[in-house]
């Protein structure tokens, strides 16, 4: 499981809606937005050592987790990040698991923060989103389970 994990001072995702665009995800504040990327050997257990790291790392103004000062996550599934750009011009996305692995452990991420008390929004998974922050410091941090 991999996540690119941003300090933000707000941030939302918007997607098509059947009246034009639709924000389905937005934080305000002191807060984290983090994309997540599943690949084909994760599973729960991953996804719940994600969702421990993500509320306490320490990215947060003075050293402070989300977990210190209750500050909100915007969490986005973005198969993308297991792309592999290495050879040729077109990425390859074989080691990005298919949707219907992928989905249920981007939902246990958000499940296991809600469960510790986080306050979660998130993004559409599978809809084309556009994602607004911005990026705090800028700070940002790749974190691999």
């Known amino acids: 499981m991999r996540a690119v994990v941003q300090r933000v001072d707000g941030a939302s995702v ?6 034009g ?9 002191e807060g984290l937005c983090v994309l997540v990327g599943v690949t084909h050997e994760d599973t729960k257990e991953k996804a719940a050592q ?12 003075d050293e402070r987790s989300c977990s210190d000062i209750d500050a909100p996550l915007l ?14 011009r077109r990425p390859t996305w074989n080691a990005a698991a298919p949707g219907d692995v992928a989905e249920p452990l981007v939902d246990e ?18 809809a084309k989103m556009r994602v607004s922050l911005t990026n705090d410091g800028p700070f940002t941090v790749l974190i691999e389970i």
């Open 21 to 29: 665009p639709e924000t389905v995800g937005e934080i305000s504040g």
């Open 50 to 61: 994600l969702a421990r790291k993500l509320w306490s790392i320490r990215m947060l103004a």
């Open 75 to 88: 969490v986005i599934s973005q198969f993308t990040l297991y792309g592999d750009a290495r050879k040729g």
């Open 14 to 19: 918007v997607v098509d809606g059947e009246h």
């Open 109 to 126: 991420v958000v499940a296991q923060l809600r469960s510790l008390g986080a306050t979660v929004r998130t993004g559409r998974f599978g």
